[in-house]
């Protein structure tokens, strides 16, 4: 079965405008872009410089592991397409978060996920894929097959709606690898080959010290 990124009919501007909008750091365009690959969005909290996430109220508590990328609550809850503009313009810098609804997400350790790029891109697998820095990537694969991994302690599988991902440009995230609303999202069995050996030269290489 293939499934597409399910553009939303009438909402305008072509793949090239949504790929040049989502390698650009405003806010309010790159949520538009992501309602336009039909991908519900969500608000999260915001990273201020010097005071860290507005999740953090108390200031004795210890600091946010993922700052100005998470949702605003434990229940993630998309925006209505009229309200999208009016809530990024009330939270200037606020995460732009998208529950796990249109694609299933494989976060791995950054250096596992760059191996597993470098290998789908010389068999010229287009897998969208996001940073953290240098902490995480995360792959966006077929939604429902993401399982098939689930048994792999070192990916983190998400899938469904009350699981979600922090998109470009939340705080310290960024685009590797763009979608491409003419290409589907692979597979999880695609990625498994690629990941299967991407982890195992870890294990060799943590072997050899």
């Given at each position: ?14 793949m ?7 390698h650009g ?13 039909g991908?519900p969005v969500?608000?999260?909290h915001r990273?201020?410089t010097g005071s ?5 109220t108390d200031?004795a ?9 998470h ?8 925006l ?5 503009t009016a809530?990024f313009e009330a939270?200037p810098?606020a995460g ?18 760059m191996g597993v790029m470098?290998?789908a891109d010389?068999t010229?697998?287009?897998?969208p894929c996001?940073?953290?820095g240098h902490?995480?990537?995360t ?11 689930a048994?792999?302690p070192?990916?983190?599988v998400?899938?469904?709606?009350h699981?979600?991902?922090a998109?470009?440009?939340s705080?310290g995230?960024?685009w590797d690898?763009a979608p491409?609303?003419?290409l589907?999202?692979?597979p999880a069995?695609s ?6 050996q991407?982890?195992k030269?870890?294990?060799?290489a943590r072997?050899?010290?």
């Open positions: 079965m293939t499934i597409t990124y399910g553009s939303q009919p009438g909402t305008g501007g072509d090239g405008d949504i790929l040049h909008v989502l750091r405003d806010t309010i365009e790159s949520a538009a872009a992501y309602r336009r690959l991908w969500a608000i999260g990273q201020r860290g996430c507005t999740c953090q200031p508590a210890p600091p946010c592991l993922t700052p100005g990328a949702p605003l609550g434990v229940t993630v809850v998309p209505a397409s009229g309200d999208l809530a939270a810098g732009v978060i998208v529950p796990c609804t249109r694609f299933d997400a494989l976060v791995v350790a950054h250096a596992i996920g470098l290998r010389a010229n697998l287009h897998i996001l940073t953290a902490t995480t990537a792959l966006l694969v077929e939604p429902g097959t993401g399982s098939l991994l048994d792999c070192q990916v983190d998400r899938s469904g709606p699981r979600w991902v998109m470009p440009p705080y995230i960024r690898t491409d609303d003419e589907p999202l692979p069995k990625v498994r080959p690629h990941l299967a991407v982890l030269l870890s294990l060799a072997a050899q010290g």
